[in-house]
């Protein structure tokens, strides 16, 4: 029997910027909803969340931990559920917040009260619209030094959504911080106990009355845009009541319509127990969203499922983990049906059948055994054999796959080496644990030198994957310099013959292709076109055409690096009624891509990455001077207090050790994030240098 009915159930993620504070606030919300009965500091290396020994070191969250915590209301009624999963903030572990956010209902999107909207909120905020979840905003750190809500408030309306709305405002702000006002109730509430939870409730003081109103009105006037019987009584100047406002937010917020935006100090323990009745009162129950879309691969058509107990079960791994003491576990969110422990369930990605050992709630690293989950839960279950992330898992009578979830490519490799014969074994075992773990990590052997490569989304990335290599499988590495992962693609259009023809005694070889080679848009990929007509190629060598083009790719024309974004389309060729084969076809097909490439004027594309420097105002000049020696574009110079913000674009392979050239040219006060934006054809001077292994 279920504990909690699916209604009374949040699945919740906290997103942010790097060092918005989101891991504070979640210790936070484990500390109030009764989880811990220690506030664990991010800072003191304490966080619960941040179980890793990595991330204790480095106070940054590295993997998105799950939880589960109940709450209820601070104006009383029944008890709630939250699932919750704390993503990274770090742009080199975007994998992490994209996978969780393919399977939560609602978001809980932290910012900075002094910096309002940073690079990375933008990117976690665009992946959020990427899978249409709901969100609420939580603007922290009100007690900091130049912290302003306003401010905040107003770069989440311009640079986010216009769809934002203030629900609570502060009192006071930096050292005076001393309470919220709830525009809902028109009330004062103060934080008091050694921890802020005693809620006290008062009068709004006559200091703030004005502002509190003037936001109301604003906070009404928004709400009843979204529904006319409310716009009707709003135009007439009529009263709304609390729970007619209520009831239109939470429908407005669950179509994405409206954002409701909280503010506090997590780190003073200051309005967190009112996002979390946010969470309650605005995002979504699983059963409140539509039932979710498949395809089912016995008829190849549209499937789909609705969150319902009694419907065919269904669910999708969104996360790997290798745990020291019990193996693999397979994280999953059900969206439909119910699984229990011993039961035997399809992974209809690839077909297999899978048996359920052991069911588990998590709460950040520490385990709760179950017997069975429902519709709506997260969970995760030990001893799955050939599931990877973004595998679908449903019941065997009943297959669906479920959308999966798309990772980016990796822009910076290393070459990796064990330092003895006794690590060379144990090095591919953790290299294909943790590439099962994480989608964004590659691994690739090069077959001339015979060196492992690993690829990544940054230098931080590849950092922890070497260290956890070293701390949990015991592996020692010597690794390279790292390295930019630059890619091919062609400017024209060409054609190209691709014969492969072998006379030795008895039967022969025989593959002959016409290709044609044409750019593709950025991003585009690799697509494949069968234009043969009347049976010149039989159709039964068409795939191996396709498979022998496909590793040709793999090893650019310029340089050797991969082909991108490029039209390949087989439209003439010829056959021999007995030595044709498919492994002449695919030399063929290889053969022609080669040629064709060579004609269509190949390029080298490198990785152009986003990167926000904020500087005091007296370095400006010399962080804009180095970044335009490196090969940098200035896309804009903003302010934010007596900092410096500089937007720019620079080529990745300009960028390593930048940290270190910027604390020199600013004494250490300055700071950057960079996150990947784009590719982006390299300059032919350049183009020389790569070539020749220099770049």
Not at 94 to 104: D, I
Not at 170 to 175: D, I, K, N, Q, T
Not at 421 to 436: F, I, N, T
């Amino acid at each position: 029997m279920r504990d909690y009915p699916i209604e009374k159930t949040r699945d919740i993620g906290i997103i942010a910027h790097i060092d918005a504070g989101k891991t504070t606030v979640t210790e936070r919300v484990l500390f109030y909803t009764g989880v811990s009965h220690k506030i664990g500091e991010v800072h003191e290396g304490e966080a619960i969340m941040d179980w890793m020994e990595q991330e204790r070191e480095r106070g940054i969250t590295i993997t998105a931990a799950a939880t589960t915590c109940f709450w209820k209301s601070t104006r009383g009624g029944e008890e709630y559920r939250i699932n919750i999963i704390d993503t990274p903030g770090h742009v080199d572990f975007t994998v992490e917040v994209e996978r969780s956010l393919r399977v939560l209902d609602g978001g809980v999107v932290v910012f900075d009260g002094v910096a309002g909207v940073e690079p990375q909120s933008e990117t976690v905020w665009r992946q959020a619209d990427k899978y249409k979840v709901p969100r609420i905003c939580f603007i922290n750190k009100l007690d900091r030094m130049g912290a302003s809500f306003e401010f905040s408030f107003k770069s989440i309306l311009e640079r986010l959504t216009p769809n934002a709305v203030a629900v609570s405002i502060p009192v006071g702000l930096e050292a005076n911080f001393s309470g919220v006002i709830d525009l809902m109730r028109s009330k004062f509430i103060k934080f008091e106990g050694e921890h802020g939870e005693k809620l006290v409730v008062e009068e709004i003081p006559e200091s703030h009355r004005a502002e509190a109103a003037q936001w109301r009105t604003k906070m009404v006037e928004k709400i009843a845009e979204v529904d006319d019987a409310l716009a009707e009584k709003f135009l007439e100047g009529k009263e709304i009541s609390e729970a007619e406002l209520q009831k239109t937010l939470r429908e407005a917020t669950i179509l994405y319509k409206l954002v409701p935006v909280f503010c506090g100090s997590a780190l003073k323990n200051k309005g967190v127990q009112m996002m979390l009745d946010g969470v309650i009162d605005y995002l979504p129950s699983p059963i409140e969203l539509p039932p979710v879309k498949g395809n089912d691969p016995k008829t190849g058509g549209d499937a789909t499922r609705e969150t319902r107990d009694t419907a065919p079960f269904s669910a999708l791994a969104f996360k790997l983990q290798t745990d020291p003491y019990i193996g693999q576990l397979t994280y999953f969110r059900i969206y439909s049906g119910t699984i229990k422990a011993g039961s035997y369930v399809l992974n209809s990605s690839n077909g297999e059948k899978e048996r359920v050992g052991r069911i588990v709630r998590m709460h950040a690293n520490h385990r709760e055994e179950v017997k069975e989950m429902y519709a709506g839960e997260i969970g995760a279950i030990v001893g799955l054999k050939s599931t990877r992330t973004g595998d679908t898992l449903s019941d065997p009578e009943n297959p669906i796959v479920l959308e999966k979830i798309t990772f980016p490519e990796p822009v910076v490799s290393l070459r990796i080496e064990p330092k003895t014969k006794a690590d060379q074994e144990k090095m591919g075992l953790a290299l294909r644990r943790l590439s099962e773990e994480d989608p964004t990590f590659r691994i690739k052997g090069d077959e001339e030198t015979l060196e492992t490569i690993i690829s990544g989304m940054g230098e931080l990335h590849l950092e922890v994957i070497v260290d956890r290599m070293r701390r949990e499988f015991k592996v020692e590495a010597n690794v390279g310099r790292p390295q930019v992962a630059y890619k091919e693609t062609v400017k024209n259009t060409a054609e190209a013959e691709g014969k492969y023809i072998r006379q030795s005694g008895g039967r022969g070889q025989y593959g002959h292709v016409w290709l044609r080679i044409e750019p593709l848009e950025r991003g585009k990929g690799f697509e494949f076109e069968n234009k043969i007509r009347g049976g010149v190629v039989p159709q039964e060598f068409i795939p191996a055409v396709e498979k022998g083009v496909k590793e040709a790719t793999e090893r650019g024309i310029v340089a050797g690096y991969p082909l991108v974004d490029v039209k390949v389309t087989i439209y003439d060729g010829s056959y021999h009624e007995v030595d044709s084969s498919e492994a002449a076809f695919k030399i063929a097909g290889s053969l022609a891509l080669q040629e064709g490439a060579k004609r269509a004027k190949p390029v080298i594309l490198e990785p152009i990455m986003k990167v926000e420097v904020i500087t005091p105002d007296k370095f400006m000049g010399d962080v804009t001077g180095d970044l335009n020696s490196k090969r940098g574009r200035i896309e804009a110079i903003n302010d934010r207090l007596n900092l410096k913000v500089i937007d720019a674009k620079v080529p990745l392979s300009e960028m390593f050790g930048y940290v270190t050239t910027l604390r020199s040219i600013s004494e250490g006060r300055a700071s950057y994030t960079m996150e990947f934006d784009h590719y982006e054809e390299v300059p032919s001077n350049i183009a020389e240098l790569i070539k020749e292994g220099k770049k």
